[in-house]
């Protein structure tokens, strides 16, 4: 049988058309992955929430004022929100990183702190600006309201040395200092003429309200054990609490400048801030998601309970007292613990959630926004 060849030019085309799909399956760019489909997120909880108030993304400071609610921002903006959440005024400073906002409702007034010293007084019927104080601080907290014999002021602490500033409340003069020590993460506490704050170098420093000069120290564990949560005191004994960065839950007593007790609660970094929910009975989250309870009337740290709450870490706690509970954040769960029965709910509120503020209503920041949460009593 006679074979038939292919003639030379069309070998050559079909050699040239297979170079040519090399080519192209080798510097073709690839395709785009067929885009996913975004997971759907569940709907926000309506059932306790009186209404929300979208404010910015920059959102960082709340507190309640007398008749509603005062926000903070990085930007600069001021916000206060009537009761109902209507905006009562705005007002936007420059190059002012608000961190803290403290509301005077008896005077009528509100004062801010800044992240780069600072201090600024409004009038909270209409934003009018009272007075504003230039300071070498860094604020990360609202400041303290107390008096000086007659005259009203305000303590703030420095984030990055420790310096207390003494503000007087009429003008925003510098009283005095402190002398420095080390960084200084937490809030301080203030109770009958002492000013008591622990920091990154494990001690606990107790100043003299009045004249910024120190009253001594407590050691507590040392440069390997710092505290970096608030100092909460209890008002019934003026004994004060507070937790550890290797996660030990500590009780100190500031008149006699000792530790009374230290009670590992958790594997590390036990900051989220105590609440007191009796004269005697103090509520400690952990970073692995417990609430748990002490009595201090022994002046021991005696444990009376411990609810778990989920796998995040408790970040924020209030107590209220008109439904018996604890409100808490913790990670992306916002909830409340009946003290009573420990019994626990839980809402979809948002998933970035700070500032929880309890004044008569309670209040917090959820993803931007203010959301004013309804605490219905025993008798509601």
Known sequence: MKKHHLPIWALSALLLLAAAFALRLVFAPPRAAAPAQPREKPPRDTSIVKWRVPISSGVECLDADYNGWVVGERSGRITALESDGGI????AFSNCNWQGILALPCSREVVAVSLHGTVCML????GKTLWTRETDGTFMHAPLWGVIGVTPVFYLISQSDSIIFCLRKNDGEVLWKSEPSNRCDGEPSLWRGRLTFGNCDGVVY??????GQSLGTIETGGQEDPMAGAMVVLE????LVTGTYLGNFLLLDPTAMTCLDKVQIAGGEAFATPVVIDKDIVAMGTPDGRI??????????????????GKDGIDEMVFSDKDHAIWFIAGRIFGRLDTQTHQVQTFNIGDNMKCLVHWGELALLADGDVVCIEVLGETE
């Not at 748990?292 to 709450?309: C, M, Q």
């Open 123 to 126: 009038n909270l019927e209409s």
């Open 88 to 91: 009562r005024w705005q007002v």
């Open 236 to 239: 019934h004994s003026g004994l």
């Open 206 to 211: 107790v100043v003299d309200a009045d004249t």
């Open 292 to 309: 748990t309870l002490w009595d201090t009337s022994e002046r021991k740290l005696k444990s009376v309970g411990e609810i778990p709450i």
